[in-house]
């Protein structure tokens, strides 16, 4: 119920999570951050009105394995019990720096074989948890939400696939295409934004930008990103713009229609200061060719905010792209692996959102509302407003 708080609201199950190929990163921090919140609740003496086995643990993390065989095939071994818990498996699917041995060989884990494992881990629980959430921050396959003539929708099939298996609800961040959620009708399915976080970030850093329409402005790279650009821009108040590229649709090169001309629709941005909001940026260079426009028409500070910045091209086009002065910062969360060459740039900045992860797993297993923390309009008003002295 709206505006219950976690002393009031018996969880639904013991809490446990499983932190499929992002233990370190994300997992972990997680996992410390529920531990501290419950314990600081009992030494304050606000103790829940209710009495459950395993909710003050030192740890909720659940220990398991994903062995393979030398063919390349694999297993999960989960190593303690999970009968009864209510469990959530939270799983980076884009984190490229593991590995694993086939043929004597080493592969980097795909998305594919961490989707693999979520079902594996699922089938190991043997139907023994009293409810599953998959936890995936970047939805796998997500960039593929919609079917073209004879292609395959893989999106909407790996979610109906997590719905048969048990799972009750899907949580994301900043998916491509919400509207995916269409293919699983009967199951939950939240996508949480990270607007909040973000702006908190890049107006905390840069003291001198003024959020308001005459220096500020948000960008969208393409047509695809206007709806997120539009909410930024509602948010702060301020104007936001859009590129749009003209194709040659008469052609096709390697799958693809050529790009003829690159259109900016939007107000004059000379002299301002913009943010460039996406998704994802796999190499960057759509971010990187829409900041090189924006310098053409003499705006003031390039930032870059991207949810999930996979830079799996490594830090040199992004090196070179600093030097040529194409942008100033970029920003991206921790909520999958970034190589460490680029965290320690100085034009970087990671956004940790494993505080905001933790609020929402402890919220939902006490059975509680996430709409209050999903709206995140309010908050940043306020800190508009402490930005402005009110």
Same mark, same amino acid.
């Given at each position: ?259 003829? *001309?690159?259109?900016? $629709?939007?107000? +004059?941005?000379?002299?301002? !200061? ?5 998704? =994802?940026? #796999? /190499? ?70 494993? *505080?905001?992860?933790? $609020?929402?797993? +402890?919220?939902?297993?006490? !059975? ?5 923390? =999903?709206? #995140? /309009? ?13």
């Amino acid at each position: 119920m709206p505006g219950t708080k976690f002393d009031e609201a018996m969880p639904f199950a013991p809490l446990k999570i499983i932190s499929i190929g992002n233990r370190n990163e994300l997992g972990m921090k997680i996992d410390k951050l529920i531990t501290a919140r419950r314990k600081k609740a009992l030494l304050d003496n606000c103790k829940p009105a209710f009495k459950m086995p395993g909710y003050n643990e030192n740890s909720y993390l659940v220990p398991f394995e994903c062995p393979r065989f030398g063919t390349g095939e694999g297993k999960a071994v989960i190593n303690k019990s999970i009968r009864g818990t209510d469990l959530y498996i939270i799983a980076d699917t884009v984190n490229y720096s593991n590995t694993y041995t086939m043929r004597g060989c080493e592969s980097h884990m795909s998305p594919d074989d961490y989707f693999m494992d979520i079902k594996r881990v699922i089938m190991a629980c043997g139907g023994h948890p009293r409810r599953i959430t998959v936890i995936m921050p970047y939805l796998y396959e997500g960039r593929q939400h919609l079917r073209v003539n004879n292609e395959s929708l893989d999106c909407a099939q790996a979610l109906q696939e997590l719905a048969e298996m048990g799972v009750k609800t899907i949580i994301t961040f900043d998916a491509h295409d919400s509207r995916v959620q269409n293919a699983i009708p009967t199951i939950g399915f939240e996508n949480f934004f990270t607007s909040y976080q973000f702006i908190s970030a890049f107006l905390n850093n840069n003291p001198e930008i003024k959020p308001d329409k005459d220096h500020l402005m948000i960008i969208s790279p393409d047509e695809g990103g206007m709806r997120r650009a539009v909410y930024y821009a509602s948010l702060l108040g301020v104007d936001m713009g859009m590129f749009y590229k003209k194709r040659d649709y008469s052609k096709n090169i390697d799958g693809m229609h050529p790009v003829v *001309s690159i259109e900016f $629709l939007g107000n +004059d941005v000379s002299g301002k !200061d913009v943010v460039i909001v996406d998704d =994802m940026a #796999a /190499s960057g260079h759509t971010a990187f060719e829409t900041a090189k426009e924006l310098r053409k028409r003499n705006v003031g500070k390039i930032i870059i905010c991207v949810t999930f910045g996979l830079f799996s091209n490594g830090a040199g086009e992004i090196d070179e792209a600093y030097k040529q002065n194409i942008f100033d910062e970029i920003y991206t969360t921790n909520l999958c692996y970034c190589p460490e060459e680029i965290k320690n740039k100085s034009y970087y900045h990671n956004v940790d959102l494993s *505080s905001y992860t933790a $609020l929402i797993i +402890d919220t939902l297993n006490h !059975d509680i509302s996430v709409n209050e923390i =999903m709206d #995140a /309009s309010q908050k940043i008003q306020e800190l508009l407003a402490d930005r402005q002295g009110v």
